[in-house]
């Protein structure tokens, strides 16, 4: 199978391969949320971020490099894929999503749509 095969297989396989569900924490605060995901062994090259709708994606494919002609005897990584889906509120405006990755984590700020932010009213006394 040639190596371009080989990708496009993999690429339509991800979808129905099953994935490791990485830890994820989320934070909410008055201007948005902010996602931090563990994704250990992942290279930035390998990381796919998706927003459709109102679902968010993360998927990355794990990259651990082996010396040629070595194999592992033990792995606590079965699964060479992490995948997670958020259902994300309407609140939030998904055009305009920030992400960082650094060591491993994923960081995501996704704003609070400007309909949705607390505003203050103004009083006035006649």
Known sequence: MS???AVAKTADASR???AI????????DAGGITL??????????KLALQV???TLTIEGEIALD???????????????????MFTLSKELDTDKVSAEF???VLKLHIPKAEHAKPRRIEVKVN
Do not use: F
Request: aromatic share 4%.
């Open 66 to 84: 082996m010396p040629e002609g070595m194999e592992a005897s033990h792995a606590e990584v079965s699964l060479p894929r992490y995948r997670r």
């Open 52 to 54: 459709e709708a109102d």
């Open 16 to 18: 129905s391969e099953a």
């Open 3 to 5: 190596e371009k095969a």
């Open 36 to 45: 931090y995901a563990d994704l250990p062994g992942v290279p930035k090259d």
């Open 21 to 28: 569900l990485p830890p994820v924490d989320v934070i909410e």
């Open 102 to 104: 650094r060591q491993g």
